[in-house]
């Protein structure tokens, strides 16, 4: 059956009807295939990847090439969700059609379906000439991630005299540009609320409140994959920080004990070589089910036909690479 791909008017729509929209960040095709099959609404290949992959410490030295990179990788792992490049740091600034030539480069050559720029009022032609060209732009306020040193921090925005008038009024400004929707970054709760009743295009919030049309979190930071990085905005859902170095813990220990790989995991030169039992049994995490760090446990060795299968070829389940 053919997928229905996720556009900006199926989000149009949600807004319409009030269901809540779902983004995530992805950075590669593994994992975008993985939630993309969670049906998440919105893949966005964030500029976020400079800290949680490249491991900066803020997005400015993340280039165009890093994020066309990146979206590729996504799109090869998506069939269903709309797919946002981010604009990084001084791809859009310097001039619009320095801009323009930049967002065309990420949906041509990096496939996305749309691309995301950070701030307000001050971006209002650019948005409004990559509409007109055919490019949908989601718009980013609040906490800029690429101000972060005009913010002096990562600091929550919108507290100051007159701030929340502010953001409405670059809220309204894009929206009147032509974005189709605009994250809303770490501001409070009561600004995302009226931003969001005012416009008629989604708001996704992140540290914004539950009063958003939807949300967005940075995926490493909703699996739980940095123990020391808990921000009060994040919910991990897992945590799996621990439950991966328990794993590589466990392969470490069969690798240098002997244990891995076994019989059933090797290659033979005929079949009157093959073991013919199956019952050997090899020390691994039980990985299946459950939340938290799971126990080592003793789990079955791969089936004959798998890997070991001796059929010429090395892998029982195809990597189905898009072209
Ligand atoms: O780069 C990113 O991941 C983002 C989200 C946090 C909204 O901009």
């Given at each position: 059956m053919k997928t229905k791909k996720v556009t900006i008017h199926t989000l149009e729509t949600m807004k319409e009807r009030g269901e809540k929209i779902t983004m995530l960040t992805a950075y590669d095709a593994t994992f975008a295939q993985l939630l993309d099959e969670s049906q998440i609404d919105l893949l966005l290949v964030g500029d976020s990847l400079g800290m949680v992959?490249?491991?900066?410490?803020?997005?400015?030295?993340?280039?165009l090439e890093d994020i066309i990179y990146h979206c590729r990788a996504v799109a090869r792992g998506t069939q269903r969700a709309h797919i946002v490049g981010d604009m990084p740091f001084m791809s859009y600034q310097s001039s619009i059609h320095e801009a323009m030539v930049n967002a065309g480069r990420l949906i041509?050559?990096?496939?996305?379906?749309s691309v995301k720029l950070e701030g307000g009022a001050q971006h209002a032609d650019l948005v409004s000439r990559l509409v007109s060209a055919g490019i949908p732009v989601m718009g980013h306020i609040g906490l800029?991630?690429?101000s972060v040193h005009t913010m002096g921090g990562f600091k929550v925005q919108g507290?100051?005299?007159?701030e929340a008038e502010r953001l409405l009024q670059d809220a309204l400004t894009l929206q009147e540009a032509g974005a189709y929707a605009i994250v809303l970054e770490g501001i409070p709760s009561v600004i995302a609320k009226r931003i969001s009743e005012t416009l008629h295009i989604p708001t996704i919030g992140i540290g914004a409140?539950?009063?958003?049309?939807g949300q967005v979190l940075v995926i490493y930071d909703l699996l739980g994959m940095n123990d020391s990085f808990k921000p009060r905005f994040v919910r991990r859902y897992e945590h799996l920080a621990t439950r991966i170095r328990t794993a590589v813990d466990a392969y470490t220990t069969d690798v240098k004990n002997g244990a891995f790989p076994s019989e059933q995991e090797s290659f033979f030169m005929d079949k009157a070589q093959r073991?013919?039992?199956?019952?050997a049994t090899v020390s691994a995490i039980?990985?299946?089910?459950?939340?938290g760090p799971g126990p080592l446990s003793e789990v079955s060795p791969p089936?004959?036909?798998?890997?070991?299968?001796?059929?010429?070829?090395?892998?029982s389940t195809p990597h189905k690479p898009k072209p």
């Open positions: 992959v490249q491991g900066h410490e803020t997005t400015l030295p993340v280039t041509k050559e990096g496939n996305a379906h800029t991630p690429q507290r100051g005299d007159g409140g539950a009063d958003c049309d073991p013919k039992s199956q019952a039980a990985l299946a089910g459950g939340c089936q004959e036909d798998t890997p070991a299968g001796d059929t010429g070829g090395m892998y």
